[in-house]
């Protein structure tokens, strides 16, 4: 089984910064792409970032300037750097990975998700 586990968020006041931090574990041949997405009540889970396994990455618009999403590929590691928070970044952000796993039919990528991790940001 593979297991993602997310950190850093908490309460942060405006204009301030916070670090996400997802960790991979588990029986895993190669992480693929790795991704940020965020969900208040009521609303669909949306993508903030994501990044290949080569490091190239993507951003929400709502994210662009602010955020930066990197990985550390020897610690199956994710990250997420926030800048310049709002209310608007109020929300629970979860972990999303595509891996690969050895089973006895042979190599098979499976989607994971993290529990989430709360980040909200106070006036």
């Known amino acids: 089984q593979v297991q993602l586990v997310e950190s850093g968020g908490g309460l942060v006041q405006l204009g301030g910064s916070l670090r996400l931090s997802c960790a991979a574990s588990?029986?895993?041949?190669?992480?693929?792409?790795m991704g940020w997405y965020r969900q208040v009540p009521g609303k669909e889970r949306e993508l903030v970032a994501s990044i290949t396994s080569d490091g190239s990455t993507n951003y929400a618009d709502s994210a662009k300037g602010r955020f930066t999403i990197s990985r550390d590929n020897t610690r199956n590691t994710l990250y997420l750097q926030m800048n310049s928070l709002g209310p608007e970044d109020t929300a629970v952000y979860y972990c999303?990975?595509?891996?690969?796993?050895?089973?006895?039919?042979?190599?098979?990528?499976?989607?994971?998700w993290g529990q989430g991790t709360q980040v909200t940001v106070s006036s």
């Open positions: 999303n990975a595509d891996v690969s796993r050895w089973y006895d039919s042979g190599l098979r990528r499976q989607e994971y």
């Open positions: 588990g029986t895993i041949f190669s992480i693929n792409a």
